[in-house]
């Protein structure tokens, strides 16, 4: 068999190249949340359980945050943000009816959110740092 030495370094060169333009777009990929937007989707049980669905929901640092909040429970229900995140829909939110919020995740952690109009239904928003910067 024979060998051509010129072509197998270009081979080692494409490789090279290969994974330096991989390695690129992971570096330009991981500041991209700060550009981006998120939508998050949350809604109430449906029927007569008190209770958000999903209860945990994540998005990353630096993320514009759009939340829709979708009442899909017999009762009147709100989402409100307890600590860290000044947001929150209207005092009520109708059975069938939906409110929207908005705000940055500027700050890496865990956001509680409730309904005050019933006691016991909570969740959580994480705010999650690029997994490329630790």
């Known amino acids: 068999m024979?060998?051509?030495?010129?072509?197998?370094?270009?081979?080692?060169?494409?490789?090279?190249?290969?994974?330096?333009?991989l390695l690129a777009g992971c570096a330009i990929g991981a500041g991209k949340?700060?550009?981006?937007?998120?939508?998050?989707?949350?809604?109430s049980a449906a029927g007569a359980e008190l209770a958000f669905a999903p209860s945990?929901?994540?998005?990353p640092l630096g993320a514009r945050v759009h939340v829709t909040?979708?009442?899909?429970?017999?009762?009147?229900?709100?989402?409100?943000?307890?600590s860290g995140i000044t947001a929150g829909t209207a005092a009520i939110v109708e059975p069938g009816e939906s409110a929207e919020?908005?705000?940055n995740a500027s700050t890496p952690g865990r956001y509680p959110f409730v309904c005050t109009i019933h006691d016991g239904m909570h969740?959580?928003?994480?705010?999650?740092?690029?997994?490329?910067?630790r």
């Open 33 to 43: 949340a700060a550009n981006e937007t998120v939508d998050v989707a949350v809604r």
């Open 56 to 59: 945990e929901v994540s998005v």
């Open 2 to 21: 024979r060998r051509y030495p010129l072509t197998e370094r270009a081979g080692d060169g494409a490789r090279l190249l290969g994974l330096v333009l």
């Open 123 to 133: 969740g959580t928003l994480v705010v999650t740092e690029p997994t490329a910067n």
């Open 101 to 103: 919020l908005a705000f």
């Open 69 to 82: 909040f979708t009442n899909a429970s017999s009762f009147a229900h709100n989402l409100v943000f307890t």
